[in-house]
């Protein structure tokens, strides 16, 4: 007995402790087989066994089972004696392993919040997130659900990122659960961390008939931990990590661990929201005073230079001189319409509806050979709702594909225009092309065009000329927006 306490002594941490405990159990007792199980461990099937319960500072650390024989009372005593004895040892490891635990979090929490203020993409510090939770824990998987809405069954949430990459991440990466009624749902909705077992059994369930396949792996996990990504009365998201069956599941320990690692990375998230909101305001700060300059400077000076050119022409005897000064005169007035359009762009969102015509028709430069000029009149952004958004851009690919296949371009002109009412939209397309030959049939295209142009009380009219270019008139009633 002297001797199995001394060697028990000697372990450096909780694991090895453990084997030597059962090994010194089988050897005091002649037990063939005999393992040590913590608290929460499932126990593996077998027959008759001894079972030893393990106690460290009046709380119940785990077990020792024995087989392989027939056990005595004078056995068991035996194993508590040893117990009793290797008690102190097994506590002191277990408080060694729980400060490198807090340890290796701690850590994981600082490279997340450096992360995040050093502007890292949120994307990728999301997923680091979720790498660093599952490494500490010794979890096989972790995740990242994020709140979405499903118009059938209102608030969602949506795994964003799933640890480690690969296939079966790649499988997992945008699955959807239930606010309710599931662990990761609990975890949102409560802002308490929820525990389960046979996470794998539940998930599968949950899943079933939702027509999504789910990896084999997902039926392997069974303890798992779902903490919420909080900061104060606000839910950003759930973390959760699992590890596989017959691995030692979360202790309490470990769930406060996550459970202020979750605090801490939300607190960091928040506070990157808030710098990129910063950012952001500061953008349009500047692209406001941007707008200011070019309206009061260079519009002011391009006008007074055009109505200087007018009226210089008007002086000039030579007709051919006046004529070109007539063309200087148009080409300044296109020049102050566009820097106009520039400068209402700049004052609006980000995301506003120019911003999207602008970039479609930049994305269709990869099919033209060329980026089409695109212009704007009107309170384009605030008029057109919506509902006949969808139209008007599926009008515009297809009238910029049908210069792209048959014109043979080398310019177009894009306007949107609103007029001063606010109830009409027209929309021009005109290339340089060969244009429409003398005897054409119908195609499905153009009565594509003609039928989104009906829906909206409108017309939609293609002339052109042989080798004389094509021009697109696209015209609609705008419905009131309510």
Not at 185 to 199: I, K
Not at 256 to 284: I, N
Not at 320 to 341: C, M, Q, S
Request: net charge negative; aromatic share 4%; proline share 5%.
């Amino acid at each position: 007995m002297l001797d199995a306490v001394i060697s028990i002594a000697h372990g450096a941490t909780v694991p090895e402790i453990l084997d030597r405990v059962a090994g010194a159990a089988c050897a005091l007792t002649g037990a063939p087989e005999g393992v040590v199980l913590r608290a929460g461990a499932a126990p593996p099937s077998a027959g008759d066994a001894l079972v030893v319960p393990i106690e460290v500072r009046g709380e119940r650390f785990g077990e020792v089972r024995l087989t392989g024989k027939e056990f005595t009372e004078a056995d068991a005593e035996l194993v508590r004696t040893l117990l009793t004895a290797a008690g102190g040892s097994i506590g002191n490891a277990a408080l060694f392993e729980q400060s490198e635990q807090r340890e290796r979090w701690l850590r994981a929490s600082h490279d997340v919040t450096s992360a995040l203020l050093a502007g890292e993409d949120p994307e990728a510090t999301l997923r680091l997130i979720a790498e660093r939770a599952r490494q500490v824990a010794g979890a096989t998987a972790g995740g990242i659900a994020r709140p979405g809405s499903d118009p059938a069954d209102g608030t969602v949430l949506v795994f964003e990122v799933v640890e480690p990459p690969g296939p079966d991440a790649d499988r997992l990466t945008g699955l959807t659960v239930p606010a309710d009624g599931t662990a990761t749902g609990m975890a949102f909705t409560s802002g308490e961390p929820v525990v389960v077992r046979r996470y794998g059994d539940h998930v599968t369930a949950q899943q079933a008939g939702t027509g999504v396949d789910l990896p084999p792996v997902v039926g392997d996990l069974d303890s798992a931990v779902a903490v919420p990504l909080r900061v104060g009365g606000e839910s950003l998201g759930v973390l959760v990590v699992a590890k596989l069956r017959d691995e030692v599941p979360f202790t309490d320990t470990e769930v406060r661990l996550a459970l202020t690692f979750g605090a801490h990375a939300a607190l960091a998230m928040e506070f990157a929201r808030a710098e990129q909101d910063r950012q952001r305001l500061a953008v349009l700060e500047d692209r406001d005073r941007i707008a200011r300059d070019l309206h009061d400077l260079v519009v002011q000076r391009l006008f007074a230079i055009a109505l200087g050119l007018e009226s210089t022409g008007l002086l000039l005897d030579e007709p051919r001189v006046a004529e070109r000064l007539r063309r200087f005169v148009d080409d300044l007035d296109a020049t102050i319409t566009e820097v106009r359009n520039s400068i209402f762009a700049l004052q609006q969102p980000a995301e506003g509806l120019r911003s999207r015509i602008a970039r479609a028709c930049a994305e269709a430069a990869g099919s033209l050979g060329f980026e089409p000029r695109v212009g704007f009149t009107g309170a384009v952004d605030a008029a057109v709702p919506s509902a006949v958004e969808a139209d008007l851009f599926a009008t515009l690919r297809e009238a910029l594909s049908n210069v792209a296949r048959h014109s043979k371009a080398t310019k177009v002109s894009v306007t949107v225009a609103v007029d001063g009412r606010g109830d009409g939209l027209r929309l021009t397309v005109v290339d340089n092309g060969i244009g429409l030959p003398a005897e054409t049939t119908r195609r499905s295209g153009l009565a594509n065009l003609a039928a989104r142009a009906e829906r909206w009380r409108g017309t939609s009219v293609v002339r052109g000329e042989p080798d004389r270019g094509t021009t697109l008139d696209w015209v609609i009633r705008l419905p009131e927006v309510r």
